[in-house]
């Protein structure tokens, strides 16, 4: 699982925020693992090229999996970093992802409604058709983009943000992520990581009110994400 930071992995800075391609198997923040994170990693490198004496203010915005790629954002100020917060709770930052699935036959597009239960000793989400007791609604939006001699590729559009929803979503409709094993993937990635990219975020920035869109460069380690970005 990859782990150090590297300068090419920023997407866009300011003074304000700092958006990264997270390379699959990378921490966004730490965890019981005790690995290095990309908090930490991000914090000591912009400590060491801004040759900043004190402590380097961080602060995560959002999460992704540590087995998916892709974008994240990370504020520089608490200013930011509370606005920033409050724009994903009230859903102002658009996200989308791409997931590489295998070429079953699924609809070309379609609206995705389940109801998401976490279970946390193993970590993992059970999906349920109707609303059930401690289940949270979840909602997708896939097109599929793409077709390969072996593989789809979808666009999809997160309603929700629920822990591990389109990783979960996606195998209840028959088409587990690519080398998600946990999902019903039947072999995993080389990398160990997962074939789903935070591909795009679309927002207002918090401070100087630009319209932001951002785009994450797939993995370029990967000959099947390689060709999905032809």
Known sequence: MQQNFEASQIVFEDNHLVVINKKAGQLVQGDKTGDESLLDSIKNFIKKRDQKP?????????????????????????????????????????????????????????????YLKKNEKTNKTTVFPKAT?????AVLNYEVI??????????????????????????????PVKGDLKYGAPRSNPDGGISLHAR???FIHPVTKEELELVAPVPQNDAVWKACEK
Do not use: C
Request: glycine share 6%; proline share 2%; no cysteine.
């Open 200 to 202: 795009k975020l679309n």
């Open 54 to 114: 004190g402590n380097v203010f961080l602060g995560l915005v959002h999460r992704i999996d540590r087995p998916t790629s892709g974008l994240v954002i990370y504020a520089k100020t608490s200013k930011a970093l509370s606005r920033l917060t409050q724009m994903v709770k009230t859903r102002e930052i658009k996200k989308t992802y791409w997931a590489i699935v295998a070429k079953e036959l699924i609809p070309q597009s379609q609206r995705l409604v389940h």
């Open 146 to 175: 793409k077709i390969l001699d072996h593989y789809q590729l979808l666009e999809i559009d997160l309603e929700t943000g629920r822990h591990h929803q389109i990783r979960a979503q996606l195998s209840k409709i028959g088409v």
């Open 133 to 137: 007791d401690g289940a949270k609604e």
